[in-house]
C-alpha cells in the first residue's frame, strides 16, 4: 500500500509541477500563482486568475481534462490495494469433491 501511495503522489506531484510550468511560461505569473492555478485545477476548483494569452487558456483547457484523468489514475491507484484486500476477504475456499 505505501509503494501506491508513493507513485500516486508521484503522479499528481509531476502534473502539479506540469501545470505551474505551463502557467508560469505561458502566462508569465510568478511560481507561487502558478502553483495555487494549478493546485485549484489539479483539485477540481478551476483556475483562480483571469488568462491573459490565448496559448495560455489553451494550456489551461487541455491541463484541465488532463488533471480530471489524472485525479482517477491516482484514486485507483491507491483504491486498488484496498479493494484486492477486501475481496480477499470474501473469497471462499471450494473443496473439490469427487462424486461417484
Same mark, same amino acid.
Given at each position: 500500500m505505501?509503494?501506491?501511495?508513493?507513485?500516486?503522489?508521484? =503522479?499528481?506531484?509531476?502534473?502539479?509541477?506540469?501545470?505551474?510550468?505551463?502557467?508560469?511560461?505561458?502566462?508569465?505569473?510568478?511560481?507561487?500563482?502558478?502553483? %495555487?492555478? %494549478?493546485?485549484m =485545477?489539479?483539485?477540481?476548483?478551476?483556475?483562480?486568475?483571469?488568462?491573459?494569452?490565448?496559448?495560455?487558456?489553451?494550456?489551461?483547457?487541455?491541463y484541465?481534462?488532463?488533471?480530471?484523468? =489524472?485525479?482517477?489514475?491516482?484514486?485507483? =491507484?491507491?483504491?486498488?490495494?484496498?479493494?484486492?484486500?477486501?475481496?480477499?476477504?470474501?473469497?471462499?475456499?471450494?473443496?473439490?469433491?469427487?462424486?461417484?
Amino acid at each position: 500500500m505505501r509503494r501506491c501511495a508513493l507513485v500516486s503522489g508521484g =503522479i499528481v506531484a509531476v502534473t502539479l509541477g506540469v501545470g505551474m510550468c505551463g502557467y508560469h511560461f505561458l502566462e508569465k505569473m510568478n511560481w507561487v500563482d502558478s502553483f %495555487a492555478n %494549478a493546485a485549484m =485545477i489539479l483539485a477540481g476548483m478551476g483556475p483562480l486568475g483571469n488568462l491573459q494569452t490565448d496559448a495560455g487558456k489553451i494550456f489551461a483547457g487541455i491541463y484541465a481534462l488532463f488533471c480530471g484523468l =489524472i485525479f482517477v489514475t491516482a484514486l485507483g =491507484i491507491l483504491v486498488a490495494p484496498i479493494a484486492h484486500r477486501a475481496l480477499h476477504k470474501f473469497h471462499l475456499e471450494t473443496g473439490h469433491s469427487k462424486s461417484s
